[in-house]
Nanobody, 123 residues
Framework: QVQLVESGGGLVQAGGSLRLSCAAS????????MGWFRQAPGKEREIVAA????????YYADSVKGRFTISRDNAKNTVYLQMNSLKPEDTAVYYC????????????????WGQGTQVTVSS
């Protein structure tokens, strides 16, 4: 069992930056790939970024490539999402999730989810 708690969301102007954190409980954090997803109002949840268990392999959605960076610190049981050059279309609830040993992009592959943190980007 893994419990995930996100933090770092908030209101920011377009062009600004935010850093999301996701703290995980348990001693097996390093055995899970980790992903960040988001859900905007009226839209389905979509993957934003994912990282392998070691952090060596990473995936980014095309919409955030070059602007967002996912990283993890296995010693701190924490995964991060650095978001730069934010746009109004990045407004959403952001969720972190713990997934299988092999990095995955499908929502259905992730077994554990945080409660989400709101990110609002004003124009």
């Amino acid at each position: 069992q893994v419990q995930l708690v996100e933090s770092g969301g908030g209101l920011v102007q377009a062009g600004g930056s935010l850093r999301l954190s996701c703290a995980a409980s348990g001693r097996t954090f390093s055995s899970y790939s980790m992903g960040w997803f988001r859900q905007a109002p009226g839209k389905e949840r979509e993957i934003v970024a994912a990282t392998s268990t070691s952090g060596d392999s990473k995936y980014y959605a095309d919409s955030v490539k070059g602007r967002f960076t996912i990283s993890r610190d296995n010693a701190k049981n924490t995964v991060y999402l650095q978001m730069n050059s934010l746009k109004p279309e990045d407004t959403a609830v952001y969720y972190c999730a713990a997934g299988p040993f092999i990095i995955a992009t499908s929502e259905s592959a992730y077994a554990y989810w945080g409660q989400g943190t709101q990110v609002t980007v004003s124009s």
